[in-house]
């Protein structure tokens, strides 16, 4: 297995992967995403490219350092390039993710949680961790496919939520503090509940609340 990006460094501290971070190209071709994840000067990279056809390249070797996640955290938690695996899936940003991607990327996902010990609950997108200054994988990803498959989570609505309720149910979830109450509200529904809009309401708690006792989906 080749690892063509030179865009790496070793993981800071001796920290090991406990999250795998889900972006998506934002760029018109998988191959010009390819060709920017591997050049020196840009300095960026992942672990893993899917392309739309499924073809699936290890870009840097998970025991290191890709550099995908930029500025944010996660639980509290900074340094996410330290302590993730990047995957990065080529799309535009302006259509679904066709089905040879996802069952590539469902395969993937099996493969790196069982090598690191990684559960559903560390499965997030680049705008969980980055609200406000990302939005990849956005709204057209399925998140919802992945929890039912064990490899992301997806709440239980909690009846009797309310507004009120939705922002510290977010925190807890693991949404950054040190950003406006307005971008942990759209990173949110980006995640869960897509094209919704307005002031957070009592839907959007139910689903943060049920987050503390995800759904469990029979396989």
Not at 30 to 38: H, K, M, P
Not at 124 to 138: Q, T
Not at 139 to 162: E, I, K, N
Request: one cysteine or more.
């Amino acid at each position: 297995m080749s690892f063509p990006s030179p865009n790496f460094t070793e993981r800071r501290g001796g920290l090991r992967p406990e999250f795998i971070v889900i972006h998506y190209t934002g760029m018109a071709s998988c191959a010009a995403a390819r060709e920017r994840l591997c050049l020196p000067e840009a300095e960026v990279s992942a672990h893993w490219l899917i392309s739309e056809s499924g073809a699936t390249e290890a870009l840097v070797a998970e025991e290191m350092r890709a550099w995908h996640a930029g500025a944010g955290s996660w639980r509290g938690l900074s340094d996410m390039n330290s302590r993730s695996i990047g995957i990065e899936l080529a799309n535009p940003a302006t259509h679904p993710f066709p089905e040879p991607q996802m069952a590539a990327l469902e395969d993937l996902l099996r493969g790196i949680m069982t090598r690191w010990q990684i559960g559903p609950e560390g499965v997030i997108g680049h705008s969980d961790m980055a609200p406000g200054r990302k939005i990849d994988p956005g709204p057209r990803f399925d998140w919802l496919r992945l929890a039912r498959q064990g490899l992301a989570l997806w709440p239980t609505p909690v009846a009797g939520a309310s507004a009120a309720d939705f922002d510290a149910a977010a925190l807890a979830f693991g949404y950054p503090a040190d950003v406006p109450a307005e971008d942990r509200l759209a990173a949110f529904r980006l995640r869960f509940r897509p094209w919704a809009t307005g002031p957070a309401d009592e839907t959007d708690a139910a689903l943060a609340l049920g987050l503390q006792r995800p759904a469990s989906f029979s396989t």
